[in-house]
């Protein structure tokens, strides 16, 4: 039974000559990433490929073997990825309705905020939040979240400098 050794044994070896600084923590590393994996799951994200994965011995073996850069840059894609399919980019239509719920309820309490708090509050912001909900659905996913970030800057403006009531 010499078998369930090999793993344990080659992240040791591994470790000791790893290509990358000492200061990278490959254990976060490998749990986070199968965090984000489970989270993808969770989301139904369409994500595939040897990034997406739940074993986390794998995971922290891959991380030994490359440089901390290396490492970094797999999770920050992993992370774009996973912020992607949240928002509805990757074509997940349950990711993009929760997005879009939480866009237009964002978007529909600054608008009622900017109405009640401004004098002459200008009609164009409506806080009609099942308006604002279809019109967030109807943007094309790969512009769903700049057009969100933008909307919500603009209200933000329009807060702090309307003459308050």
Known sequence: MVRPLVLPVSLVIL?????????FDCDSYARTAVEQYRRAK????????????GSRDLHFLWCTTQPASSARAEGNTRRKALRACKSGKTGNASAAKTFCKRSSAQYSGLARKIKRQCKNPNDH???DPDKAFAACMSWPASNREANHDRYMH????????CPKR
Do not use: T
């Not at 969770?42 to 994965?53: D, I």
């Not at 603009?154 to 400098?161: C, K, S």
């Open 125 to 127: 912001w409506d806080a």
């Open 154 to 161: 603009q209200l933000g403006e329009v807060l702090a400098i």
């Open 15 to 23: 470790s000791v000559f790893a290509p990358h600084s000492v200061a």
């Open 42 to 53: 969770q989301l139904k994200c369409s994500l595939a490929g040897p990034r997406w994965h």
